[in-house]
């Protein structure tokens, strides 16, 4: 069965320093992945999305993600974090169907 | 483009209780879905649709039923409310059906079943 985990609940960074959000998913076949941003008491908003071809992919806000498949992995990362990336990340898996399977979640908090 | 839209943002309803929660969009999407959100579990698909007319079941179905009459609308019914289903729902479509498109979601309601 699919699956997504995002193994750190919550990650503290202070402004400026990079960031790094760990996901990990289990799926037979190159699956479709995305991270999605969740701000306190909104709905969530795609920020990057894989499907084929280049394994690096650029998102907005300045958000960045590299599929590996050797690790089953596709983790975000953005150079310069700012205050306003506070919020919840979630990874999510397309199953080639009709189907999402999010991780749990990693919050982040932005320390000044 | 009003995008997605949920009602009511707030709900409480006692055990037993049946209600609604309404999702719709003006965005011409075939695909609509929704989830439920609770602390430690992330978004969970309750039910989805490709289109007006076909719903089919997602990983947490039981207690929730839908139907999907127009491509606008899609609502979510509880017919029996339970302590259990208290969450955040959050309603979201997009471009086509098949999990290769990016989802829309709305801002989500959050029910409380005392």
């Known amino acids: ?112 | 483009n009003a995008g997605v839209t949920q009602t009511p943002k707030f709900q409480v309803l006692k055990t037993g209780q049946s209600m609604t929660l309404q999702c719709a969009q003006d965005m011409n999407h075939e695909y609509m879905s929704w989830y439920r959100q609770d602390p430690g579990m992330g978004l969970r698909l309750i039910h989805y649709s490709v289109g007006a007319g076909i719903t089919d079941q997602g990983e947490v179905p039981n207690g929730y039923n839908v139907s999907r009459s127009t491509t606008e609308d899609f609502p979510l019914r509880l017919l029996s409310a339970a302590p259990s289903q208290t969450s955040v729902y959050f309603c979201a479509s997009s471009y086509s059906s098949g999990s290769l498109y990016e989802q829309y979601f709305g801002p989500g309601t959050r029910l409380t079943v005392t």
Not at chain 1, 36 to 48: E, K, M, R, T
Not at chain 1, 56 to 61: D, H, M, R, T
């Open chain 1, 1 to 112: 069965a699919q699956s997504v985990t995002q193994p750190d609940i919550h990650i503290t960074v202070s402004e400026g320093a990079s960031l790094e959000l760990r996901c990990n998913y289990s799926y037979g076949a190159t699956p479709y992945l995305f991270w999605y941003v969740q701000s306190p008491g909104q709905g969530l908003q795609l920020l990057l999305k894989y499907f084929s071809g280049d394994t690096l992919v650029q998102g907005i806000k300045g958000f960045e993600a590299e599929f590996k498949r050797s690790q089953s992995s596709f983790n975000l990362r953005k150079p310069s974090v700012h205050w306003s990336d506070a919020a919840e990340y979630f990874c999510a898996v397309g199953d080639h169907g009709n189907q999402f399977y999010f991780g749990t979640g990693t919050s982040l908090t932005v320390i000044p």
